[in-house]
Nanobody, 114 residues
Framework: QVQLVESGGGLVQAGDSLRLSCAAS????????MGWFRQAPGNEREFVAR???????YYTDSVKGRFTISRDNAKNTVYLQMNSLKPEDTAVYYC????????WGQGTQVTVSS
């Protein structure tokens, strides 16, 4: 049974940093893309970042230059380093793995106060 467990969310002030982690278990995902989405209250879930098995990265425009996605295949874990956080980054952040976003974590809350 595949499980994804996110951690690292919290309440921070604008300009602060957070690092989210997502540990996968149940199978190895070293050959699969891994990514992050987020969902703010009243909004649809939106793409944030993605990293392929070749370590190619993709970001939504609003986080480029501030967020960095990385992965550690030995730990079956994907990370999202978030710097210069803004109030509009406030959302529940979800990790996902698989070429078709097959698996999802339960989400971790990130709240950025102004």
């Amino acid at each position: 049974q595949v499980q994804l467990v996110e951690s690292g969310g919290g309440l921070v002030q604008a300009g602060d940093s957070l690092r989210l982690s997502c540990a996968a278990s149940g199978r190895t995902f070293s050959s699969d893309p891994m990514g992050w989405f987020r969902q703010a209250p009243g909004n649809e879930r939106e793409f944030v970042a993605r990293i392929t098995w070749k370590y190619t990265t993709y970001y939504t425009d609003s986080v480029k230059g501030r967020f960095t996605i990385s992965r550690d295949n030995a730990k079956n874990t994907v990370y999202l380093q978030m710097n210069s956080l803004k109030p509009e980054d406030t959302a529940v952040y979800y990790c996902t793995v698989g070429s078709s976003y097959n698996y999802w974590g339960q989400g971790t809350q990130v709240t950025v106060s102004s």
